[in-house]
C-alpha cells in the first residue's frame, strides 16, 4: 500500500480490512487530532449494535415491568395533617437551637410580625389561652392589642370584675409587675375607678382592701 493509500484508508480493529477513513468515526477529546479515527469501520459497529439490540430490549422490557409495578403517583395515599397544627397543648413545645420559641401575630392593622420568646412564656401564653402551637417551635397569638380588648369587654358583657358596675377597661389580675400576662384568663374587665384603684396589688388584697373600705 502506497504512502498516499496509507494516509485515506485505516485498518479496521476488528476485522482486520482495510477501509475508507470516512468509514471510521472521528475521535474526540485528549485523542482528537487532525485525522484521527476510532478503531471501528462501520460494518462492525452495525453488527456490534445488532448484538447489543437483545440485550437492550430485555433491559427496556425490564425497566417497564419496574415501572408497572411500582404505585403511580396518584394513587399515592395523601400526607396526613400534623397532628400539632392550631393545637393547645403547650406540652408539644421545643425549642430551637437557640433555646428560644417563635412566636408570630398580627398587628392592629393587620401586618404580620413574630419575635423570639422563652419556652417558659410561650407555654403560659399557650396554657392561657392566648396562643395557639402552630409547630413544635413556633406559636401564633389569637389576638391583636385591639380585638383582644375588644375580646374581653364582649366577654364580661362591660360589666367591672371588682365592683359590677360599667366597665370600659382591662385590668389583669395577677399585676405584669408580678408575673402575670395579657391572656384571656389573666384579664377582666374594670371600671376606671377600680382599675386605678388596685393598681399592682394582687387581687386577693385589693378585694379585701374594698370590703373594708365598704
Known sequence: MSETEQLTYKQCAYCKSSKPLSEFLRRTGRRSGSGARRGACRDCRMLKGKAAAPAIAAAESEQKALRSKAPSRSKKTPLKASPILASNDAALLRPTRQGTIWMRGRTDKGRRWH???????????????????????????????????????????????????????????LPRA??????????????????????????????KNEEVVQ
Not at 402552630?134 to 371588682?162: A, G, M, P
Not at 408575673?179 to 378585694?207: L, R, W, Y
Request: contains cysteine; hydrophobic residues 30%.
Open 115 to 173: 419575635q423570639e420568646i422563652e419556652l417558659e412564656l410561650a407555654q403560659t401564653l399557650v396554657k392561657e389561652r392566648a396562643a395557639v402551637v402552630v409547630n413544635r417551635h413556633t406559636i401564633r397569638r389569637l389576638y391583636s392589642n385591639r380585638d383582644f380588648r375588644k375580646f374581653i369587654l364582649e366577654r364580661d358583657n362591660h360589666t367591672c370584675y371588682f365592683c359590677g358596675e360599667y366597665g370600659d377597661t382591662i385590668d389583669h389580675m
Open 178 to 207: 408580678k408575673g402575670g400576662h395579657t391572656t384571656p384568663d389573666n384579664c377582666v374587665c374594670a371600671c376606671n375607678e377600680c382599675n386605678q384603684s388596685k393598681a399592682d396589688q394582687d387581687i386577693e388584697a385589693f378585694m
